[in-house]
């Protein structure tokens, strides 16, 4: 079963596995995957992930917004497939920029329809605490990650240029 779950102990040496795959194959973004390229151990990476969970125990200077970390897990291969960063709300930077939702798929599981599963699951999260017009961008030559949003209903609002990124970003809103 493929389920979309936050992030537990019990699937440290798993996550690890993702995070080695993605470093092998050159990904250093680690896009929606919370930081995790910059840990190496679970209960570090937790206690990043945690430090943004709740608006109301949060540093203001922090940056971030509130936000949950997600990974598709295969439950029977007992393997992470992908991460997604679910933001409840937007400051300026991710308006313009981030949108509400992060996410990979690790390499070797790619064009397998993981991405889209993924995306659809994370959109149900907003769904869940009432986010209904999500804002999902990327970079304008990513033609996975903008199929990725066509298929989910993403609706292309315009295009950014960022030179933060150097290049331009496409901004579509899911309205569910
Ligand atoms: C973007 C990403 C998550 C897509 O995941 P995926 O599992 O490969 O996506 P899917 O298999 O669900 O495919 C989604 C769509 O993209 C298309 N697609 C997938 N890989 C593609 C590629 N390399 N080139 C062109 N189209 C591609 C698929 O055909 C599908 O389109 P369709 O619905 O019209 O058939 C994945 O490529 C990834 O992790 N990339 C690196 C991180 C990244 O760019 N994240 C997004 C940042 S905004």
């Not at 949950?68 to 930077?93: P, S």
């Not at 999260?125 to 066509?150: F, M, P, Q, R, W």
Request: glycine letters at 10%; a negative charge.
């Amino acid at each position: 079963m493929l389920t979309l779950i936050p992030p537990i102990k019990e699937y440290e040496k798993e996550i690890f596995d993702f995070k080695d795959e993605m470093l092998s194959f050159g990904d250093i973004e680690f896009n929606g995957c919370g930081r995790l390229e910059q840990y190496s151990s679970f209960e570090e990476w937790k206690d990043h992930l945690d430090s943004y969970a709740d608006r109301n125990k949060m540093d203001p200077s922090c940056g971030l917004v509130e936000g949950r970390q997600y990974m598709l897990f295969d439950t029977e291969k007992k393997r992470v497939l992908g991460m997604a960063n679910v933001r409840h709300y937007l400051n300026d930077f991710l308006m313009n920029l981030g949108g509400h939702i992060g996410y990979s798929i690790r390499p070797t599981e790619r064009g397998k329809g993981y991405g889209t599963l993924q995306l659809k699951l994370a959109l149900e999260k907003l769904k869940e605490i009432g986010v209904n017009d999500v804002l999902v961008t990327c970079d304008d030559d990513n033609t996975a990650s903008y199929k990725t949003i066509e298929s989910c209903g993403g609706t292309l609002e315009n295009k950014v240029y960022s030179d933060k990124y150097g290049c331009f970003i496409r901004r579509y809103w899911i309205n569910q």
